[in-house]
């Protein structure tokens, strides 16, 4: 119980980065390998506002989101755009957001060096024990903030004219462009969304891990096997996809070996892959978004 | 045509053989000695505290060695390279010290997997070579003759440890959690023998990755299991996270560690977790031991920081070095290497250094430190028996 407990506040972080993965695939249909180091730019900056300009955490986070989304538009604008322009294949479009990750966690490096941060939680770190069971409140708060972010998104998604436009452009590219959408500025709604999801996941973890400059990397593969295991381009699927590989990962380090943790996890990715290779959560007529 | 050819041969023998007196010009008119001192270490990364605070040590060394003229005619010159403590990084910044700065010795690395991919690059090139902040057992079980260990080793360290929580605290179950890289296994083996020679009973002895932020299972598991002490081996960053989680998980049994995670930034980052925790060092900046106090005065005036272990080891290493070369007088591998192994009578800021066979140095005190309201204090001092 307690395994399934410690799962899941690191299942909503990784739930956070697939909808990211998942929300750029589906609309722009390319892999943004910079999500994860999103996560770790939003973190950077949240503790910046937070521990040296002295703002609450709230105004914080939500500053620190504002700028990933503006630094995910850039990205979208500045490299994307381009090469897309130039017609070239998707593979450079993907190793393009790889290039964005290394300058990102390089930049990191640069500006607030190699030791890890101490980033304080806003609700106190006291523990939380009910019967023989513990918890942080930093474990509540990632769970509920995730939640309704997720909601927000599905609310943006349904109820929105940008959102519907993002559905539009996913089902179809082509149709909607016909139908007046301009698909471009779509996919700069994606990655601002998507980067702005990736801050936030990077801000709720960074209270119990530290920020440090390459906590993209990890948290960033672990999100893309998420959104992998959910279906990608699915965002129930990402949701799913997350919380199955953080309790996965919980319950595998405890039970079986903390070593081969990692291993089992990505061994659950292939075996994911082989029986269902569109994902476990995909439906057979497959929707998008 | 010929004649062309004829000048164009002389013109060419002409310049180079200016230019081989040139060369020989330069090497005449700087006769002052020159021992070039090659240094490795992690300036960033997960232990980039480690390698700065070694940088800045072999650097103030140098400075006083050379202001004092304490190395004779001899004159250090140090050159860094950061191998982010990545041992494939390592092994090519050892090799371009050697190779492009011509370094005469090295002192590398601080994390043991490093340290041992540099031996590979140290042995085949036949040049002596230092760790001041490798403990890792396996290092001077290697059979390299070029190889010397100025950090405490590690099995001095796991006895010391093991032996104050069984016959000091009474302890009986324990586990042990260490990084699953050569310095976090040599640890576990170490730890493991000192319980079967300590009768301590081990339930639970599990391993992380390097850069694991999620320790929880594996705590869980030992808190199952009624361990009243966990015995940590590996870097700071991962010793704070994984304090931190055992407290959240309502663990309150004793936490060990060794010197590889004795750094400031533990006690920054672990906060009220890691109160209270015992760790092994060779060295704390309040000894009222007159070397020490030098040192620390020295340090603090040229980077207004306190001086951390590893900080004095490579300190102290800097200073065998220039004794070596002074008693040898030449900067030449063996003589230097054999220099090293002779290396007695010398009084230290950890200690009074003097190498085995192996490359161990065995003159070293090990101490039990315990961290109390977010500072070192000593406990007890071990002195090294071998």
Not at chain 1, 115 to 129: A, E, K
Not at chain 2, 255 to 269: D, H, R, T, V
Request: charged share 15%; proline share 3%.
């Amino acid at each position: 119980m307690q395994y399934l407990l410690n799962g899941l506040p690191i299942g909503a972080t990784y739930a956070l980065i697939a909808l990211g993965y998942s929300l750029i695939y589906a609309s722009a249909g390319v892999l943004n390998w910079a999500q994860g180091d999103m996560a770790m730019l939003g973190a950077y900056l949240a503790y910046t506002l937070n521990r040296i300009v002295g703002l609450g955490f709230l105004p914080s986070m939500l500053v620190a989101m504002a700028c990933a989304a503006l630094v995910g538009t850039l990205v979208e604008r500045g490299v994307l755009r381009p090469l897309r322009r130039r017609a070239s294949p998707s593979i450079n479009l993907i190793i393009a957001t790889l290039g964005v990750a290394i300058i990102a966690r390089n930049l990191a490096l640069i500006v607030w060096g190699p030791d890890p941060q101490l980033f304080p939680s806003p609700v106190g770190s006291r523990t939380i024990s009910v019967g023989s069971l513990n918890l942080l409140p930093q474990d509540l708060l990632i769970v509920g903030v995730a939640i309704f972010l997720m909601l927000l998104l599905q609310y943006f998604l349904r109820f929105t004219r940008e959102g519907k436009a993002l559905r539009a452009v996913a089902q179809d590219r082509m149709a909607a462009s016909l139908m007046g959408i301009v698909v471009e500025r779509s996919d700069s709604v994606a990655f601002a969304t998507s980067a702005a999801l990736g801050a936030a996941a990077g801000i709720l973890i960074a209270p119990l891990f530290f920020v440090t400059f390459n906590m993209g990397a990890v948290i960033g593969i672990k999100g893309f096997v998420a959104a992998v295991v959910g279906g990608l381009g699915n965002i129930p699927g990402a949701i799913a996809g997350g919380f199955v590989l953080g309790l996965t990962e919980a319950v595998a380090g405890g039970k079986i070996s903390s070593g081969y943790r990692d291993a089992i996890s990505f061994g659950v990715l292939i075996l994911v892959l082989w029986l269902r290779p569109s994902g476990l959560f995909s439906r057979v007529n497959r929707a998008k978004v | 045509m010929t004649l062309l050819r004829k000048i164009s041969v002389f013109a060419l023998v002409g310049v180079l053989s200016l230019s081989i007196s040139g060369l020989y010009g330069c090497g005449g008119a700087s006769q002052t000695k020159v021992l070039k001192i090659g240094v490795a270490g992690p300036e960033t990364g997960g232990s980039a505290q480690l390698g700065q605070a070694q940088h800045r040590a072999i650097q103030l060394a140098c400075d006083e060695i050379n202001a004092a003229n304490a190395a004779g005619e001899w004159k250090l010159e140090p050159y860094f390279e950061d191998d982010e403590s990545d041992p494939t990084k390592s092994a090519s910044a050892t090799n371009k010290l050697i190779q492009q700065s011509n370094v005469n010795v090295v002192i590398a690395s601080i994390n043991s997997s490093c340290t041992l991919a540099d031996m590979v690059v140290t042995e085949r090139a036949g040049i002596p070579q230092i760790t001041a902040g490798s403990t890792g057992a396996s290092i001077t079980e290697q059979g390299d003759k070029w190889i010397f260990r100025t950090a405490v080793n590690d099995e001095l360290q796991a006895n010391a440890l093991v032996d104050y929580a069984v016959k000091t605290l009474g302890i009986k179950k324990a586990s042990t959690l260490t990084a699953a890289d050569s310095y976090g296994q040599s640890g576990a083996t170490l730890l493991k023998a000192a319980a079967e020679k300590a009768g301590l009973n081990l339930v639970v002895t599990a391993t992380y990755n390097g850069g694991d932020k999620d320790f929880k299972p594996q705590l869980l598991s030992m808190k199952e299991k009624g361990t009243e002490a966990i015995f940590l081996w590996g870097i700071y960053t991962e010793a704070a996270l994984i304090a931190n989680q055992a407290r959240t998980l309502g663990i309150n049994g004793q936490l060990f560690g060794a010197s590889g995670m004795a750094a400031a930034k533990l006690i920054e980052l672990g906060q009220g977790a890691v109160e209270g925790m015992l760790l092994t060092q060779s060295f704390l900046p309040d000894s009222p031991d007159a070397k020490v106090k030098d040192f620390v005065v020295a340090y603090k005036q040229k980077y207004n920081e306190d001086p951390i272990p590893h900080a004095a080891q490579a300190y102290d290493s800097v200073y065998i070095l220039a004794d070596a070369v002074k008693r040898a007088n030449s900067n030449a591998p063996q003589a230097l290497r054999d220099a090293i192994m002779n290396t007695s009578g010398l009084q230290l800021v950890t200690g009074s250094p003097k190498f085995d066979e192996k490359g161990n140095d065995v003159g070293k005190s090990v101490l039990i430190t315990k961290i109390e309201k977010g500072k070192f204090v000593l406990v007890t001092k071990v002195i090294s028996g071998q």
